[in-house]
């Protein structure tokens, strides 16, 4: 008598083609909701029409800027990818997505800071290569506006924590102290090569003693508060005239 059980060849086919059938179906669904999430701003500032790749571009801009803040406000420590991703107006997985883990978001927030200052220095009025150079820089080295404080106060933050054992920030708050370091020195090399500062004065030394001097004020401003900064960028004029200038 024939058995009435299904062969076991045949039995799970109809589920193989089932489950076969959802993933085909899930894809699409699955590309949308990245896509998805990237929203456009029904605020009435006009982002609606933005394209999807500008909207991405925005996305990032907006997260970059949420980390920012709560980075000078509270450090990066305790920072979390989803509190960024709220604080952005998003998802709370869209920086993860975007930026793969905390450390490729503070990457991003260290060289995003980097890149805004090299904005305004280029939005300065030119100043010629050697000692004006370096007086140029310090002389707007103090000059700072709400969003420059916001900046100046997560990079020093970065800064300390950069050197905590085991810190995931060490290698890029390093490369960005470095590369800090080498564009004064070139200010310095060349002011040497055109005869207007001393010629037994070490370029690396003395950039990193200014550059340390400097944001060290900074620092003292953030906790005290009422510095008064213009004293000190003249003072420091004048020191810069007397170390490093060529006597006359």
Request: no cysteine.
């Amino acid at each position: 008598m024939p058995s009435k059980a299904s062969s076991p060849s045949t039995a799970p086919a109809p589920r193989k083609r089932l489950a076969r059938k959802a993933a085909a179906a899930s894809a699409p669904a699955v590309e949308a909701a990245m896509d998805e999430e990237f929203p456009a701003d029904e605020g009435g500032d006009g982002s609606a029409r933005l394209t999807q790749a500008e909207r991405r571009a925005l996305a990032e801009r907006r997260i970059l800027d949420a980390a920012l803040g709560l980075v000078a406000r509270r450090g990066s420590v305790r920072m979390t990818l989803a509190e960024v991703g709220e604080a952005a107006g998003y998802s709370r997985g869209l920086p993860a997505h975007r930026f793969g883990n905390k450390g490729g978001l503070l990457q991003r927030v260290v060289l995003n800071i980097g890149a805004r200052f090299e904005a305004r220095r280029l939005a300065l009025p030119q100043h010629r290569p050697g000692l004006d150079a370096v007086r140029s820089l310090v002389s707007t080295y103090f000059v700072r506006d709400d969003t420059r404080w916001i900046e100046t106060r997560a990079l020093l933050v970065m800064m300390t924590e950069g050197f905590m054992e085991d810190s995931e920030l060490n290698p890029y708050i390093g490369e960005y102290i470095r590369s800090s370091i080498s564009r004064l020195e070139q200010h310095i090399r060349d002011g040497i090569a055109l005869g207007e500062i001393r010629a037994d004065i070490d370029p690396t030394t003395a950039a990193t003693l200014l550059l340390g001097a400097l944001r060290g004020v900074l620092h003292q401003r953030l906790v005290l508060g009422d510095l008064r900064l213009d004293k000190v960028r003249d003072l420091a004029m004048q020191m810069v005239d007397r170390t490093l200038a060529v006597k006359d």
